[in-house]
């Protein structure tokens, strides 16, 4: 959690979102459950992480700790969790924050219909993306939240079929080289083809 709160205190748009107490005009308190009490505990430790004069003092985390083991319970006592656990951390986090200060304050009746497949690519992603945002939309959300496009291709009618999908984070693969590895080297290797067989093999419905 210590390295999780480290880097979210240097994203620097959601800093300035903090430490301006812009946050408390969007807290949600109809649907969060937490009533915006996680975002107002992360704010005190990010603003106490960056007070002047305190770089080399330490932080209290007690509070926060709290109000994210009544978020996630998952988090809760001091030990070594799994790895697994250890990496939701961040997307745990991120999601009581949103909760926390999400625009939406009524939730909308879902759209249960598909996109029509007529339409572009780029028409659909801005399709997908409006859906979305009716259900899931913050300030939070407008720094880390993106969109993925997926095309699946059959190799034997050439068809494509295109989705569109929100994503808090991304699993990168680290390809085996020698030598420094680069970001960009890994975005690459995570959306180069791959060819789906056995038991990845798609099936018609």
């Given amino acids: 959690m210590n390295s999780v709160i480290q880097g979210l205190s240097n994203t620097r748009p959601l800093l300035e979102y903090l430490e301006n107490d812009k946050y408390l005009e ?14 107002k505990a992360f704010a005190s430790v990010i603003k106490e992480l960056w007070a002047p004069g305190e770089r080399d003092g330490v932080v209290n985390t007690t509070a926060f700790k709290s109000q994210v083991q009544r978020f996630a319970p998952r988090f ?17 986090l991120l999601e009581g924050l949103h909760e926390d200060v999400n625009r939406v304050t009524v939730k909308p009746k879902p759209i249960l219909t ?8 780029s028409a659909k992603a801005t399709e997908a ?3 979305y945002l009716r259900m899931e939309d913050s300030h939070v959300g407008d720094i880390f939240i993106g969109q993925l496009k997926s ?22 693969p680290i390809p085996s080289r020698t030598g420094n590895l680069k970001l960009q080297q890994c975005l690459q290797h995570f959306t180069k083809e791959e060819e789906m067989d056995g038991d990845e093999k798609p099936v018609s419905g």
């Fill in 129 to 131: 993306w409006s859906r």
């Fill in 26 to 39: 969007d807290i949600n308190t109809t649907l969060s459950c937490m009533k915006g009490a996680l975002i």
């Fill in 151 to 172: 095309t699946l291709r059959c190799t034997h009618c050439r068809n494509d079929s295109v989705t569109f999908d929100p994503f808090w984070d991304l699993s990168l």
């Fill in 76 to 92: 809760m006592g001091y030990s070594q969790q799994d790895a697994q656990v250890r990496t939701g951390i961040p997307r745990y």
């Fill in 114 to 121: 598909e996109i029509d497949d007529s339409l572009s690519d």
